[in-house]
């Protein structure tokens, strides 16, 4: 993650499938808030939860080039679940975001979808 922070060539990361912990879902978000060029960012099947969600809620408040974001068969929640729809209302750069296998109810789910529909529209 740190290298993260200063690169300036990397657009896409793929993580799927590291059993990635919300410590390493923190770090990671921690990245993002400074880094200028990933626009794809994949942790699909992982084991990021409500922590590692909400610390990456805050990184989207900030970023300004990641378009898509893996985050399908991990742990997160609908308390983590609402806090990135919240994020997602304010940042206009992403464009898709993937879910599902979470532990997040429908209704959050609907509000992911309708904050990145509102961004395009």
């Not at 896409?12 to 626009?39: H, I, P, R, Y």
């Not at 805050?58 to 080039?65: F, Q, W, Y």
């Not at 994020?87 to 209704?107: F, M, P, Q, R």
């Amino acid at each position: 993650a740190e290298a993260l922070k200063t690169n300036t060539t990397l657009k896409s990361l793929s993580l799927d499938n590291n059993q990635l912990s919300d410590e390493a879902g923190k770090a990671l978000a921690e990245a993002l808030k400074v880094n200028k060029t990933l626009e794809v960012l994949n942790l699909r099947q992982n084991q990021l939860g409500d922590e590692a969600g909400k610390a990456l809620a805050e990184a989207l408040r900030i970023n300004e080039t990641l378009g898509c974001l893996f985050l399908e068969y991990n742990q997160i929640g609908d308390e983590a679940g609402k806090e990135l729809a919240e994020a997602l209302k304010s940042n206009k750069k992403i464009h898709t975001i993937y879910v599902y296998g979470n532990k997040l109810s429908k209704e959050v789910e609907e509000a992911l979808l309708q904050a990145v529909r509102k961004t395009f529209t």
